[in-house]
């Protein structure tokens, strides 16, 4: 059974940085896309990042094109979201997400598995 636990979330001031990262465990993901995806209070889970396991390609949405750095660690099955100069419209629960193919989907539809969630609050 595939398990993602999220961690790394807070509180932090604008323009400040986090770093979140996805523990995952359950089986072999050297085919899938790992994700981050995030939802701000009263709006839809939207797309922020991805990247696949094996080979490294990496996929921003374009609100956090040059501020996220989404990266791998194989050795420890983790993936990480650095996120710097945070703005205040970042603020969300985080979830990290699993796709079984390496093909891109910016839709929370094409991911299987799901963390709980972690909550970033940027404040002003």
């Known amino acids: 059974q595939v398990q993602l636990v999220e961690s790394g979330g807070g509180l932090v001031q604008a323009g400040g940085s986090l770093r979140l990262s996805c523990a995952a465990s359950g089986r072999t993901f050297s085919n899938y896309l790992m994700a981050w995806f995030r939802q701000a209070p009263g709006k839809e889970r939207e797309f922020v990042a991805a990247v696949t396991w094996g080979g490294g390609t990496i996929y921003y949405a374009d609100s956090v094109q040059g501020r996220f750095t989404v990266s791998r660690d194989n050795a420890k099955n983790t993936v990480y979201l650095q996120m710097n100069s945070l703005k205040q419209e970042d603020t969300a629960v985080y979830y990290c997400?699993?796709?079984?193919?390496?093909?891109?989907?910016?839709?929370?539809?094409?991911?299987?598995?799901w963390g709980q969630g972690t909550q970033v609050t940027v404040s002003s």
């Open positions: 997400a699993a796709r079984p193919v390496a093909s891109f989907s910016r839709s929370e539809r094409g991911y299987d598995y």
